[in-house]
């Protein structure tokens, strides 16, 4: 049982180019949800999954894009890297949404865009 | 304002201290409560649920304040290996069962 996995564990870009972070979970948890941690701000929630085939806009989905095409993954893309998404990525899951079900973290993508 | 607000510190404690963290959330309708722990360039852990009746976990002391909008940690007779940052979140009432994070308080315990 892994858990939560991530890759890469860092990456660096170029303004402009396109990337997928990848996340995946081996606990059949339907929600995943993937967020970016900045200095001083907390995590903040980028997109979500309620289930495969269903997703949905967090608080930051601006400049990236997701697919749940089935319960273990997760990707998020970035489409046209920007200078503003020099972030650590977290990806999360947990056996629900709601309630009190605990989230799993994934060990988190250093990114840097140059 | 932020939807959940907490001291950033950092608190720096002798081993052995009592410290206590506070977190105050703006929405009333927010739903369950949790704290995280997070270590340097690790992923964040849950430490303990927040349940209004309050909670405790060893040297650890949960209470939750729905009045207030108010929820806090007590750490007893601390110890270095509790030196991480300490997220309050707040998890939301509605479809989308989101979880707010406060940016977190940081935490360093001496010898």
């Known amino acids: 049982n892994a858990g939560v996995t991530q890759t890469p564990k860092f990456q660096v870009l170029k303004t402009g180019q396109s990337m997928t972070l990848q996340c995946a979970q081996d606990m059949n948890h339907e929600y995943m949800s993937w967020y970016r941690q900045d200095p001083g701000m907390g995590l903040r929630l980028i997109h979500y999954s309620v289930g495969a085939g269903i997703t949905d806009q967090g608080e930051v989905p601006n400049g990236y894009n997701v697919s749940r095409s089935t319960t273990e993954d997760f990707p998020l893309r970035l489409l046209s890297a920007a200078p503003s998404q020099t972030s650590v990525y977290f990806c999360a899951s947990s056996y629900r949404a709601g309630g009190t079900d605990t989230q799993y973290f994934g060990p988190g993508t250093r990114l840097t865009v140059l | 304002r932020k939807e959940v607000e907490q001291d950033p510190g950092p608190f720096n404690v002798p081993e052995g201290a009592t410290v206590a963290f506070n977190c105050t959330y703006s929405?009333?309708?927010?739903?369950?409560f949790f704290w995280y722990r997070q270590d340097c360039r690790k992923e964040p852990k849950l430490l303990m649920s927040?349940?209004?009746s309050g909670n405790e976990d060893g040297r650890f002391t949960a209470q939750l304040n729905r009045a207030s909008q108010y929820i806090s940690l007590l750490i007893r007779d601390s110890k270095l290996s509790d030196s991480a940052t300490y997220l309050c979140?707040?998890?939301?009432?509605?479809?989308?069962?989101?979880?707010?994070f406060g940016s977190g308080t940081r935490l360093l315990v001496r010898p």
């Open positions: 927040v349940y209004s």
């Open positions: 979140v707040v998890r939301r009432m509605d479809s989308s069962y989101k979880l707010i």
């Open positions: 929405n009333s309708a927010s739903q369950s």
